[in-house]
């Protein structure tokens, strides 16, 4: 028995930070007929999946969703001795129970594809079993998946043999695990120096590998300014449709206290990028071998929108050419959380300016 698609006026992908700010603007200026599917199976976006040692004081900045003030709940406020993943996940289910936002999970969307009349084709299927699930109808589908389930690892040669252990970011879990070996660990951002922090006292050796030197800057200098020619430099890639660059090449690492005492300890100091993995560890660019237990490649994230590759809006770069939030081939696509608004230094906007173009679509007349 075939079962027709659920018909809608909007199919949310992703329940996090994006997805939810733009569900909260699309329900306070009265849509009810919508829907937020949302891979994991608890609230939190990605934040679930991070290891229980991250603690809100000492990582990212968590930025307070819409509202989130009025129910009596803060980041700012947060307890600092309980595991960030916890207290966010806590936040998000009160703040997707007390404004009513409809979020089913854990539903994963596995392609996007033109329907009939104006309409999109939402297919899904359980991100647990993997069965088909139901499928919806949508005069829009604004896509806030985000990038957690696509970390990016740059091609080095003699990858393939190494027979030591390789993880990306999503794949650490607890740092127990690497107590007592020795451990490289490649990348330039803050996920790859709270990895190096926390192997300090559990790893037998941990070493640093970055493809370009780490601009480390006062925290006090992380100015708007700075930001504001981060963001501007996603705005500029979307555009263009290409692969986006990340907010830390633009804005430079804050050195905070802990991050300057441990440069003063020798362990968060960076060496160039190694040329060549062995099967026992890597060569070094001065030539230099040096034997691991494990790789970590803290090496950044692409955008996941392969499911919208149905639509046509993928462009050769690599990405989606987006203007204000709306894919420039498909204006029925919303791109929330991508770009611009894909840091906490643009998501504080990204919301209200998504449902604001969404209502503004749903107000012309559909073709049926």
Request: charged content about 25%.
């Given at each position: ?147 957690w389930e696509r970390p990016y690892r740059p091609a080095i ?212």
């Open positions: 028995m075939t079962t027709l698609p659920r018909p809608t006026e909007v199919v949310i992908i992703g329940g996090g930070q994006a997805g939810l700010s733009a569900a909260y603007y699309l329900r306070e200026r009265g849509l009810r007929n919508f829907m937020i599917l949302d891979r994991g199976p608890l609230p939190g976006g990605a934040w679930q999946h991070r290891r229980r040692a991250l603690r809100l004081d000492l990582t990212h900045r968590v930025n307070d969703l819409p509202g989130l003030n009025t129910l009596g709940l803060s980041f700012r406020t947060a307890p600092g001795d309980r595991p960030a993943r916890e207290i966010v996940s806590e936040y998000y289910g009160r703040y997707e129970r007390d404004y009513d936002l409809p979020v089913r999970r854990p539903v994963e969307v596995t392609a996007v594809a033109p329907g009939p009349g104006e309409r999109l084709l939402v297919h899904t299927r359980n991100a647990v079993t993997g069965q088909a699930t139901e499928s919806y109808l949508a005069r829009a589908v604004v896509n806030a998946s985000g990038t040669p003699g990858a393939e043999t190494f027979a030591g252990r390789q993880y990306s970011t999503p794949q650490i879990g607890e740092l127990e695990r690497f107590a007592g070996r020795r451990v490289i660990v490649v990348g330039g951002g803050t996920s790859a120096q709270e990895f190096i922090l926390g192997l300090e006292p559990l790893a037998s050796r941990v070493s640093w590998a970055t493809r370009s030197p780490v601009h480390f800057i006062p925290a006090a200098d992380l100015s708007a300014e700075l930001g504001r020619a981060a963001v501007a430099d996603q705005d500029r890639a979307a555009r263009a449709g290409l692969v986006l660059p990340s907010i830390v090449s633009g804005t430079g690492v804050p050195l905070t206290p802990e991050r300057a005492a441990a440069r003063e300890r020798g362990i968060l100091v960076e060496r160039p990028m190694f040329r060549e993995i062995t099967p026992t560890g890597v060569i070094w660019d001065d030539g230099e071998a040096q034997e691991a237990d494990d790789i970590i490649w803290a090496t950044g994230f692409r955008a996941e929108i392969e499911h919208l590759a149905g639509t046509g809006i993928l462009e050769p770069g690599g990405g989606i050419r987006v203007e204000n939030g709306v894919a420039a081939r498909d204006p029925r696509i919303f791109l929330a959380g991508y770009g611009p608004q894909a840091s906490t230094i643009g998501a504080a906007m990204s919301g209200r300016a998504t449902a604001r173009s969404v209502l503004a679509l749903l107000e012309r007349p559909a073709k049926t």
